[in-house]
């Protein structure tokens, strides 16, 4: 085959000359070309956005059935990727991972993955209506965070479920950890399963020698990355890639089609298209320069008293090695919680993190950013850091109750509901996804009975002013069961 040329940009050349040429619209979106966009919401943005906010236009061809542009664009970033196929998606990995999960598992069919997967996989199981079989993941309990899985926890699970039909992983975690994901596509490939990875956040990793590994370096059978997370391209816009004989890259396309719109935004796509030339001509120069600064700043941050730098510094199976480029701080020992530092940096000092928790402050640092961002980020930290410490800010959670699952999640997700008063719920079967912050690990899914310790468990987050997601309101009064 004849290589690639990763110059090329055929998606953005074909909107950008269609956007560009005079026509008669008698097509949606209903604006025409920006004719019928309100005058403020143009003048704020600009005419150039809404005329290319065009529709599938021959010259624009079709993401559900690509042969043009499209079909072109996602070759490029397979060949930039390392996959054999590549799909684009605008709607995020949610998508892309509810379709690889679609792709692998029927009904009543069992996967096997951490527990503490992001919502979209729990979405995917009750799509597909498969069972989940659930990994504890390893815990740094110091930080009070979930890592990856130890090769021999998957492999008591693939011994004990033999009739799994799929492994779904996490490279890395929401903080940067990578566990040992080589060994894990290993074992789960000797028992012929195919590996999903969610590598939502680890986009960028082809493009510096010393980041993690790629997962589809590793082995990996279908890898969903979030593109708008980590490179240039806008939010909602990722990738799935897939490689080897264990998957029907057919069905990856059809379980896509299942669950995206019919009318893709093309400039969201286009984008897409744009981040792989970017990344693909001059990545690794702005790779090298995000991980030089990053470096830099990450050993003034080390020495700011009172403040600990979330590092991996011994290696172990659930943490091989961070992404030094995604921050994580905690300043417990000043008497303040991530949430309170969050609002500090943003209201005093403009600001802002990605993902507060009771006693972290995770940053991405990402192509984007420049040096001085983390020289601000360190002038902040400097003026915070008190000269005497308080009383730290205390937290311990207990440990994370065990569950059991009663139904399948998708029976629970459709099943007739009603709110109940949480004493009333134990012994109920949840009908919602409950994830505590921290840790960020699922305490109840659809499907799963309701018990006192799992309440407690909730009750402790909360009461240390911790975050709840999947709650029917802001407190735990009620609890949406199965009926
Ligand atoms: C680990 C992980 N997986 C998947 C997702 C979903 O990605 P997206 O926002 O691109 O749909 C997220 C989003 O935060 C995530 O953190």
């Known amino acids: ?156 699970a693939l011994q004990k479920h033999d009739d799994a039909k799929a492994v779904f992983l996490l490279h890395p975690t929401y903080h940067g950890v990578v566990g040992d994901l080589q060994k894990l596509v290993e074992l789960s490939h000797g028992a012929k399963l195919p590996v999903i990875v969610d590598e939502a956040h680890g986009g960028h990793f082809p493009f510096h020698p010393l980041l993690p590994r790629p997962a589809l370096e590793l082995g990996a059978d279908i890898v969903v990355q979030s593109t708008h997370k980590m490179l240039g391209a806008l939010s909602q816009c990722a990738m799935v890639h897939s490689q080897g004989n264990l998957i029907n890259p057919q069905r990856i396309s059809q379980c896509l089609q299942l669950i995206q719109s019919t009318s893709p935004n093309y400039v969201l796509l286009a984008s897409l298209d744009s981040a792989r030339h970017q990344m693909a001509n001059v990545g690794r120069e702005m790779m090298a320069e995000v991980w030089e600064f990053t470096l830099h700043y990450r050993q003034k941050l080390e020495q700011i008293p009172g403040l600990n730098l979330l590092a991996v510094t011994q290696s172990g199976p659930g943490a091989l090695a961070l992404d030094p480029t995604r921050i994580t701080i905690d300043v417990t020992q000043w008497g303040m919680s991530g949430f309170e530092l969050d609002d500090c940096l943003r209201e005093k000092f403009q600001i802002t993190a990605e993902l507060p928790t009771l006693r972290q402050l995770s940053f991405i640092v990402s192509i984007g950013n420049q040096a001085q961002d983390l020289a601000r980020l360190l002038e902040a930290l400097i003026r915070l850091a008190p000269t005497n410490f308080q009383q730290p800010f205390q937290l311990t959670l207990p440990a994370l109750p065990s569950t059991i699952l009663a139904m399948t999640p998708r029976r629970a997700a459709y099943a007739a509901q009603k709110l109940v008063p949480v004493n009333e719920a134990i012994g109920q079967i949840s009908a919602s996804l409950l994830c505590p912050y921290p840790p960020g690990i699922p305490v109840l899914i659809p499907g799963e009975i309701i018990t006192p310790e799992a309440i407690a468990f909730l009750t402790k987050v909360l009461s240390l002013g911790g975050t709840i997601s999947g709650l029917a309101n802001e407190e735990l009064t009620h609890l949406a069961v199965v009926n």
């Open 1 to 156: 085959m004849a290589s690639l040329d990763q110059q090329d940009l055929p998606l953005v050349k074909a909107l950008k000359n269609l956007a560009q040429r005079p026509d008669t619209p008698f097509y949606a979106p209903g604006h025409k070309r920006g004719q019928g966009i309100a005058p403020a919401f143009k003048q704020w943005l600009g005419p150039a956005l809404f005329q290319a906010d065009l529709p599938e236009l021959p010259e624009l061809d079709n993401l559900f059935a690509p042969s043009g542009a499209i079909a072109k664009a996602q070759e490029l970033a397979a060949d930039l990727w390392g996959a054999e196929r590549t799909w684009f998606s605008v709607n995020g990995s949610t998508a892309g991972i509810v379709a690889a999960i679609l792709a692998t598992c029927g009904d009543g069919d069992k996967i096997l993955l951490p527990r503490n997967v992001h919502q979209a996989a729990i979405a995917g199981i009750i799509h597909a209506g498969a069972v989940p079989i659930f990994l504890e993941p390893e815990i740094n309990p110091d930080w009070d965070l979930a890592l990856g899985i130890r090769p021999e926890t998957l492999c008591q």
